[in-house]
């Protein structure tokens, strides 16, 4: 049951008649804890159990992190070692075992290791809740409840926004009765989210796809084509997930922050892990790169944080080599970038020319890494780079709602930050005439346009 099947609308249906009908604020709250239960029974009933665990392991460490002032840096480390090395093993056991064997001249026999849906997400909300405490941003939860609520809470588990406990604790202390308001600002963006998915970025990724599968048998034009196709397949996909998850939220009272801020003008590295993923950067930067000194012991020590936090980036994404590849080549990017900001370039002296450049240069740079991002080895990372720099024949793809889409979509990310500087959200207020006929409009062209056949969300896998 994902966002896209028949099901979960007629449980999201059941939800809002139940919260509708109650009217005290701790029996909502039961119900949202009890529809997240359904909702991971439906997808993972394997691992409900290691979540409810979990959050049982965050209740306590908050109250020992709390109680015990003198050791509260040895409980934090011993939390924190514990849900990392829960991470490695689900997400890297196979990998290391693998190169071990190899090192060893033995053969391997791949173990099953079924990775938990979501684990990479209420991992770190629960780090999240651990560190705050342990900062005194916030005191430790004395409800059960309200944390299980918080590491399983349905709309965000999977696939995030990773939301901060500073963040949304808070809110479990507000009124949370459902508002006609809520639902007049979040089904526009609902609606929006679904049109990305399901008619942009699932379009173009049976374009894709087909590219990726076999690069060698392909041209240098097919390549280049294929790569800016799923970089914009890779942002609608999960930017569309980010806005359906945040509409649900509304809908249901809560703040889920947002997740993207029109991203492909970024001009530097750091200016495009300030618009992607939102969430999860700020979560790095908070509680990876601030923690380890940031650039407060001086540019070399800078330097070498950038490096661990995109490493520590990469590898939470997936056991592939590639994905370190991919995280470790932010790092030193973005390390190179911070030298010349700080060396050489002055952004006060910065003409529009050059304004222009430097975007145009980083997103190049964007859409090249998400190569190894994407593909499954070194060897066809390499592959599809020399067939891209080296003009090569092959077969001549060029399918006409990946080039389509991708102009659109680029497009209209000029537009937004000429006309603001950063993203608008969708404000059609189906009060009123005009916003009625754009969310018909919307849900005409789903229903014409839309590509079924794929509910799955790219980031669900991470």
Wanted: aromatic residues 18%; contains cysteine; proline residues 3%.
């Amino acid at each position: 049951m994902t966002f896209l099947s028949p099901s979960f609308y007629a449980f999201f249906a059941g939800i809002l008649l139940m919260l509708w009908k109650i009217k005290k604020e701790k029996y909502r709250q039961l119900i949202l804890l009890f529809a997240s239960f359904v909702f991971y029974l439906m997808l993972s009933p394997r691992y409900l159990l290691m979540l409810i665990g979990m959050s049982v392991v965050f209740y306590m460490g908050g109250i020992l992190i709390r109680r015990n002032n003198q050791k509260k840096k040895a409980y934090l480390a011993v939390f924190i070692i514990m849900c990392a090395g829960l991470l490695a093993y689900f997400k890297y056991y196979n990998f290391f075992a693998r190169q071990v064997s190899v090192f060893l001249n033995r053969p391997y026999t791949e173990v099953s290791v079924l990775m938990p849906l979501g684990i990479s997400y209420y991992m770190f909300q629960g780090i999240s809740y651990l560190f705050d405490v342990y900062k005194g941003v916030i005191a430790p939860e004395t409800s059960f409840v309200n944390i299980v609520l918080y590491i399983a809470f349905f709309p965000q588990m999977l696939s995030g926004p990773i939301v901060k406990a500073k963040d949304f604790m808070p809110q479990l202390y507000k009124d949370h009765s459902l508002k006609k308001e809520n639902f007049i600002e979040s089904l526009p963006l609902f609606l929006v989210g679904l049109f990305k998915k399901v008619v942009i970025a699932d379009r173009i990724g049976a374009g894709v796809d087909v590219v990726f599968s076999s690069p060698s048998a392909y041209s240098s034009a097919s390549l280049w084509i294929a790569v800016i196709g799923y970089s914009v397949q890779l942002y609608c996909d999960f930017s569309g997930y980010s806005d359906m998850a945040i509409a649900i939220g509304k809908m249901l009272g809560y703040d889920l922050g947002i997740n993207f801020d029109i991203p492909y003008i970024a001009n530097s590295p750091s200016d495009f892990w300030k618009r992607w993923h939102i969430s999860l950067s700020s979560w790095l930067k908070e509680y990876v790169y601030i923690p380890l000194g940031g650039s407060r012991k001086g540019e070399i020590r800078a330097y070498v944080n950038l490096i661990i936090t995109m490493f520590i980036s990469g590898v939470w994404h997936g056991s592939k080599i590639t994905f370190v590849i991919w995280g470790l080549a932010y790092g030193l990017w973005s390390c190179i970038n911070r030298f010349f900001e700080k060396k050489i370039y002055n952004k006060s002296d910065e003409k529009i020319i050059v304004n222009v450049l430097r975007r145009i240069i980083t997103i190049a740079l964007v859409f090249l890494l998400w190569v190894p991002f994407r593909t499954e080895s070194v060897r066809k990372t390499l592959v599809i780079y020399n067939r891209m720099f080296v003009p090569t024949n092959g077969i001549e793809y060029f399918p006409v709602f990946t080039i389509i889409y991708s102009l659109i979509v680029m497009a209209l990310m000029i537009y937004m930050y000429i006309k603001s500087g950063h993203r608008i959200y969708f404000k059609m207020d189906i009060r009123t005439f005009k916003g009625k006929f754009e969310i018909c409009l919307i849900v005409l062209l789903i229903a014409m346009f839309g590509y079924i056949g794929n509910g799955a969300f790219i980031y669900s896998n991470f």
